[in-house]
């Protein structure tokens, strides 16, 4: 009998339960360099793409190892924070997705960060007067935002937040649900901690990206194995939020020129296992960078879709 290759095997979609899965890949590194190649599927019921197999935690832990270089600057400001009017303008023309852009904050306002990070938002946020928290699964980066003062607590996986039931009124996530190896889980401690009536944010990449198609296996903005665990659309997380009392209020996407960046020297240099240790040179910054910004800026107008997928819910009620 002639065995059927991995990737070939019939895959039910962990995220809808589908059995039309396509294979897709093998996938190696190419912004870390972790040695390894690692499969994806493309569900037809939901659109979604997934690791195929699925990483095991004790999998996740070892790759996560080699993730980050160590703390550099969790709950330091930057002129982002002093000027935002200008930061908004920069990120209009570049295509960053900053929530400091996007949500409206008052006085009081009980605003949770999810997977914080390094960002400057929480401190932002804070200094406009909102009562702010975070939640981090890095130790190193709960310690740095703990000893200035900040309410972020350690995650002892990516899915349950340690924080009470119906305590936030904005709830954000940035390029943090790809990385999630249960997202029903993390859906239903977000519905737990939202309030009846508040908004949850998140972004990652956008599986209907014209970029997917056109840089194909060097589309690393999203194809970032092993490190993404999931390529959603909007659509998949509509039907994924409304399963835990959310409702899609907006969905919109932009191209970042730093993600484009990234795609570009994955395409022009297939050789090269650690992409994200190329500087940008002098010549780059005065006239590569100009040009991407405008290349991405006109491609999501002509397109209408952008490489990262934003997404807005308003929590309606428990989940059943």
Same mark, same amino acid.
């Given at each position: 009998?002639?065995?059927?290759?991995?990737?070939?095997?019939?895959?039910?979609?962990?995220?809808?339960?589908?059995?039309?899965?396509?294979?897709?890949?093998?996938?190696?590194?190419?912004?870390?360099?972790?040695?390894?190649?690692?499969?994806?599927?493309?569900?037809?019921?939901?659109?979604?793409?997934?690791?195929?197999?699925?990483?095991?935690?004790?999998?996740?832990?070892?790759?996560?190892?080699?993730?980050?270089?160590?703390?550099?600057?969790?709950?330091?400001?930057?002129?982002?924070?002093?000027?935002?009017?200008?930061?908004?303008?920069?990120?209009?023309?570049?295509?960053?997705?900053?929530?400091?852009?996007?949500?409206?904050?008052?006085?009081?306002?009980?605003?949770?960060?999810?997977?914080?990070?390094?960002?400057?938002? %929480?401190?932002?946020?804070? =200094?406009?007067?909102?009562? /702010?928290? *975070? #939640?981090?699964?890095?130790?190193?980066? @709960?310690? !740095?935002?703990?000893?200035?003062?900040?309410?972020?607590?350690?995650?002892?996986?990516?899915?349950?937040?340690?924080?009470?039931?119906?305590?936030?009124?904005?709830?954000?996530?940035?390029?943090?649900?790809?990385?999630?190896?249960?997202?029903?889980?993390?859906?239903?401690?977000?519905?737990?901690?939202?309030?009846?009536?508040?908004?949850?944010?998140?972004?990652?990449?956008?599986?209907?990206?014209?970029?997917?198609?056109?840089?194909?296996?060097?589309?690393?903005?999203?194809?970032?194995?092993?490190?993404? %665990?999931?390529?959603?659309? =909007?659509?998949?997380?509509? /039907?994924? *939020? #409304?399963?835990?009392?959310?409702?899609? @209020?907006? !969905?919109?996407?932009?191209?970042?020129?730093?993600?484009?960046?990234?795609?570009?020297?994955?395409?022009?240099?297939?050789?090269?296992?650690?992409?994200?240790?190329?500087?940008?040179?002098?010549?780059?910054?005065?006239?590569?960078?100009?040009?991407?910004?405008?290349?991405?800026?006109?491609?999501?107008?002509?397109?209408?879709?952008?490489?990262?997928?934003?997404?807005?819910?308003?929590?309606?009620?428990?989940?059943?």
């Amino acid at each position: 009998m002639t065995a059927i290759p991995e990737n070939d095997r019939p895959v039910t979609c962990p995220r809808c339960g589908c059995t039309r899965t396509d294979g897709l890949g093998p996938f190696c590194d190419r912004r870390k360099g972790l040695p390894g190649q690692w499969h994806f599927r493309r569900c037809a019921g939901c659109e979604c793409a997934f690791q195929s197999p699925m990483p095991s935690e004790a999998d996740l832990r070892e790759y996560y190892s080699h993730y980050a270089d160590g703390v550099r600057g969790a709950g330091r400001t930057g002129a982002g924070t002093k000027y935002p009017r200008l930061r908004r303008t920069y990120h209009m023309l570049t295509g960053s997705v900053d929530p400091r852009d996007f949500i409206r904050s008052r006085p009081g306002l009980r605003v949770l960060d999810v997977g914080c990070g390094e960002a400057p938002y %929480l401190i932002d946020f804070a =200094a406009r007067g909102c009562d /702010v928290a *975070g #939640a981090e699964i890095a130790q190193d980066i @709960v310690t !740095a935002y703990r000893e200035r003062g900040f309410d972020v607590r350690a995650m002892v996986d990516g899915e349950t937040i340690p924080f009470e039931d119906d305590r936030f009124d904005v709830v954000y996530m940035m390029q943090v649900i790809e990385h999630v190896r249960r997202p029903d889980r993390l859906f239903a401690e977000l519905s737990r901690v939202t309030r009846r009536g508040g908004s949850v944010y998140m972004a990652c990449p956008n599986g209907r990206s014209p970029w997917r198609r056109a840089f194909g296996a060097a589309w690393v903005s999203g194809w970032f194995a092993p490190f993404h %665990l999931f390529v959603y659309t =909007a659509p998949a997380l509509a /039907v994924l *939020g #409304a399963q835990h009392g959310f409702s899609l @209020v907006r !969905a919109w996407t932009r191209t970042p020129e730093a993600w484009l960046r990234l795609n570009l020297l994955a395409a022009l240099r297939p050789g090269e296992r650690c992409i994200e240790r190329i500087p940008d040179g002098w010549v780059d910054r005065l006239v590569g960078r100009p040009a991407r910004m405008l290349l991405a800026r006109v491609a999501d107008v002509l397109t209408g879709q952008g490489d990262c997928l934003v997404v807005a819910f308003r929590k309606t009620e428990r989940e059943q």
